[in-house]
C-alpha cells in the first residue's frame, strides 16, 4: 500500500426501514415520492476496495457473488461516473466486493453494496465530502444506500428540489442509544419475481391505492419518531406493522399486481399475531419479498426466536440488533 495510490476500502451494514420508501419522484435521480426511516443493522454488510488506476481500459469488477451478478456491472459503471464527474477524473477503476449479506435472507445487498462502493470510491478518487454529501451520491446509486452512510436510526427526508440537493439521510439517534432485536425471517421460496425498482414504479403508475399510501405515509413518519423519541416500542411496532401492510396494499392494486408473499409469510404473521395475543409485544415488517423481519425487546429475542424456528415454513433466523455507519478500513482487498 503506497499513499499515492488511488484506493480506499469501505465497510457499510444494511438497513432495514421501519417507514418504508416506495416510489420515485424522479426514477434518474433517485429521488423519492416519500420520506423513510430505518435501522441500520450490524450483523449484514458489505466490504468494497475501489482502486482507480491509470492503465485501466475499462472498470473491473470482482465479485464475491453468484453469476448473473454481471448485468449489475453496468450499473455500477454508470454510478462510477457520477464520482468521475464530481472528481472532474476520467480513470477507470478495479472494485472488489465482499458481501456478507445472506440475500438468501431477504436483505437485498443493495443498501450496503452501494453505500459502500460511494464511500470507498469518493475517498479513493480523492473526493472530501461531507456525511450527508456521501448518503446524497449513495442515493443515486440505491435509493435505500442513502441511510446506510448512519448508523442507528436514520430518516431519508425526501426533500423538494429538482436536483436533488437536499434529498439525503440523517441519523436521528444513534445505534447505542436503544437496543431492539430485528430478527430476519427467511422462509420457504423461490426467486424474487420483480425488483423493488420494478415493483415501486410499476404501483406508482398503475395503483389505485398509491394515493392512499402518499396521503398517510407522513402521520406513519410522525408517529415513529415520536415513539423512538419515547423509546416506546410498543407505539412504535404498531405504526411500523400498519406501514408495511399499507405498502403492500398498494401493490395488490397495481396492474399488473404485486404479489411478494408466500403462505410462508402469512405463517410468520400469523405466528407474531399469536405473540401478541399472549401479551408479548412483537411486530413484523416485510419488504418487496417474502421474508419477514421480527422486531422485539432483547429480553424476548430467545423466546420469540425459538418459536418461530419451529414453524413448518421457516428455514433460517438471523438476529441483528441497530449497527454503525459507513467505516473506512486500513486492509484493502487489493494489494
Ligand atoms: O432502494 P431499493 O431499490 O433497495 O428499494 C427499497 C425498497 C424497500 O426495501 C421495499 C423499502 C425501503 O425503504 O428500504
Redesign the pocket.
Known sequence: MSSNKLIATAKANT???LI???GKRDEKLFLPMNS?L?ITLNNFYTITTVEFIEELKEDIFIWDQAPGITKEFKKVSTFLDIIRKEAGMNLHAKVITENHVPTAAGF?S??SGYAALAAAATKAIGLHLSLNELSKIARQG????CRSIFGGFVEWQKGSLEDGSDSYARQILDENAWNLTILSVMVTAGQKKV???EG?KRTLETSPFYQGWLSTVDEDMEAVKTAIRNRDFVSLGEVVERNALK?HATMLGAKPPIIYWESGTLEVIHCIQDFRQEGVPVYFTI??GPNVKVLCEPENEDKVKQVLMELRSVQKVISCNPGAGVRYLSEHLIQ
Open positions: 438497513n432495514i426501514a418504508k420508501y416506495w423513510s430505518s437485498a443493495s443498501a440505491s435509493g435505500s444506500a425488483s423493488s425498482r415501486m405498502m419488504d418487496a
